[in-house]
């Protein structure tokens, strides 16, 4: 029968006579599992970051474009040709089963002004269903209706970034502001949403009545016009379902033949942003594989040192097993002391490669997520890598040959 707590002691004793050579044995097992560690928290906090600010674009989201104007035989991009119109998102809401709710938008650039305080942004007349198109709530007061679009109301909702450089501390509802020099109440502000994947700022944004943007801020080339239609689809499922009743919505209110190409652009912004998602993870992966190669090279390092302590303690194995020690007994040893550089060594690791990744988040302000099955996956791979390397210096210290290993020097 293996004698385990026998085979214990004698491993730890040859582990604590060679201190420095067992920390420098760990030192591989160290730098692997903290570099797996801290490279899986990098990956998975781009990806949590890259998640939220899918999340704050909206979901299952589409944006038509209006078409693309021609200067000087030069093809211009998409949204330069005003071709949309209210009209145009009033028959997708109508006549598309797969489309739940539409914005259409009319934007541009604009000074807004409050008291000796100017701030220059982007302002967007739309429909109250921008709200929930882009499912985003009020922070404090009120959204403007459908009867202010009606009446061309001068009535705004502001961003969290106009708020602070317009009115810092101060609460902007109910108080009057000039973009243009024309006078809007402020009815409500916006919850913050931060940046897009795009790294736009999405709260240095004025929304206003769409009619007001179009009678009395950016005029309009022909009644009704807009630039932009933000479509939310009833699921992610039905997006492609959207896109393609869209289409055909379009190409029939717009009296294009079967040849003509479409004056408007589709796109699919929720798959825009699973791409995005998805490189996200593959880097996550990726910088996770990079760094476990760390860990076989520490393992390789265990590997080295077992072998060559057989070698320096042949004489040492011969006596044992001259006194009776089973050829399990040594390879447990050797076994043992394998197993205990690496879990030690994969325990300071899990404590360097946390406190590197917060280190990381904090120094290099990158987004950092410790998640706990990527410590246990780094401390396991540890541990099989220890019992893996460690196992054929013990196979090769225990078929030594008694009388061979007592006559060694």
Known sequence: MINVSSALKVSFRALWVNKMRSI???????????AVIAMLAVGSGARQKISEQ???????????????????GARMGAGTQPTLSTGDAEAILRDAPAVADVAPSLNGVAQVVYGNM?????????????????????ASGKPFTDQDVKTASKVCLLGQTVVENLFGADDPVGKAVRI???PFTVLGVLESKGQSPQGQDQDDIVYVPVTTAQKKLFGTAF????????????SA????????QITEILRQRHRLGQKQDNDFTVRNLTQMMQASEQSAEIMTLLLGSIASVSLLVGGIGIMNIMLVSVTERTREI????????KTWDIRLQFIIEALTLSIFGGLIGIASGVGGSYALSSIAEWPTLVSAASIMLAFCFSAIVGVAFGFYPAYKASMLNPIEALRYE
């Not at 420098?24 to 903290?34: S, Y």
């Not at 701030?119 to 009020?138: A, E, F, H, K, M």
Request: aromatic content about 4%.
């Open 24 to 34: 420098l044995t760990m030192l591989g097992i160290i730098i692997g599992v903290g």
């Open 118 to 138: 100017n701030w220059s942004v982007g302002v967007y007349g739309s429909t109250p269903s921008i709200l929930n198109v882009r499912d985003w709530p009020l």
């Open 237 to 244: 499922e039905d997006l492609p379902v959207a896109e393609r």
């Open 223 to 234: 009644p009704g016009m807009v630039r932009v239609i933000m479509v939310k689809a009833v």
């Open 180 to 182: 243009k020099n024309v």
């Open 54 to 72: 899918i999340a704050s674009m909206g979901s299952n989201l589409l944006q038509i474009l209006s078409g693309a104007s021609t200067s000087g």
């Open 318 to 325: 011969g006596i044992r097993m001259a006194v009776g020690a």
